[in-house]
T-cell receptor
Framework: DGGITQSPKYLFRKEGQNVTLSCEQN?????MYWYRQDPGQGLRLIYY???????QKGDIAEGYSVSREKKESFPLTVTSAQKNPTAFYLC?????????????FGSGTQLSVL | GEDVEQSLFLSVREGDSSVINCTYT??????LYWYKQEPGAGLQLLTY?????DMKQDQRLTVLLNKKDKHLSLRIADTQTGDSAIYFC?????????????FGKGTHLIIQP
């Protein structure tokens, strides 16, 4: 079955530590996205990538980094510079070129600070 | 910047219709979307409407768009317990690309037995 897989489901970060969230898709989508969701808040875009080896900052990129070495994979690193990392992180993909870009989401990773 | 507003909670009785409302500010939106999020899960696209339409129906779902008032609604007929979720309204920018999507904060739909 095609889809987007995020791992792990739950992740804990110690102060000063970098952690990496995994996102893999087998939908053959060119574009991938990372969103942050806080309770009672909408989704906020962290980073997105329209094509391999290229990515763009979203609205809240500070304290995060990404890479896009393969079409299928778009890992997100939450660095120690992100002072309030506790949130639900959602990865998504879409097929650009279609004027109406519908997003397909993974099941999310809950990141908490120890 | 663009803004999308929704009520945070809606409570309905099982079998009744649910109407979830959304207002947005970007008059150049090309598409408007409704996504559903079940607990601990990602978002799932429910339906969408092109900005030059005023209504779209898909089984139990009816989307109404009042472009003049920048008001979007989602009506769920015969609401069932499986409809309990958070519903997000989202609007695209003029380019239609997903990188330009603005999401509302989501409406928690609570189903009373």
């Amino acid at each position: 079955d095609g889809g987007i897989t995020q791992s792990p489901k739950y992740l804990f970060r110690k102060e000063g530590q970098n952690v990496t969230l995994s996102c893999e898709q087998n939908l053959n989508h060119d574009a991938m996205y990372w969103y942050r969701q806080d309770p009672g808040q909408g989704l906020r875009l962290i980073y997105y990538s329209q094509i391999v080896n290229d990515f763009q900052k979203g609205d809240i990129a500070e304290g995060y980094s990404v890479s896009r070495e393969k079409k299928e994979s778009f890992p997100l690193t939450v660095t120690s510079a992100q002072k309030n990392p506790t949130a639900f992180y959602l990865c998504a993909s879409s097929l650009p070129g279609d004027y109406n870009e519908k997003l397909f989401f993974g099941s999310g990773t809950q990141l908490s600070v120890l | 910047g663009e803004d999308v507003e929704q009520s945070l909670f809606l409570s309905v009785r099982e079998g009744d219709s649910s109407v979830i409302n959304c207002t947005y500010t970007d008059s150049s939106s090309t598409y408007l979307y409704w996504y559903k999020q079940e607990p601990g899960a990602g978002l799932q696209l429910l339906t969408y409407i092109f900005s030059n339409m005023d209504m779209k129906q898909d089984q139990r779902l009816t989307v109404l768009l009042n472009k003049k008032d920048k008001h979007l609604s989602l009506r769920i007929a015969d609401t069932q317990t499986g409809d309990s979720a958070i519903y997000f309204c989202a609007e695209s920018g003029p380019g239609g690309g997903a990188d330009g999507l603005t999401f509302g904060k989501g409406t928690h739909l609570i189903i009373q037995p």
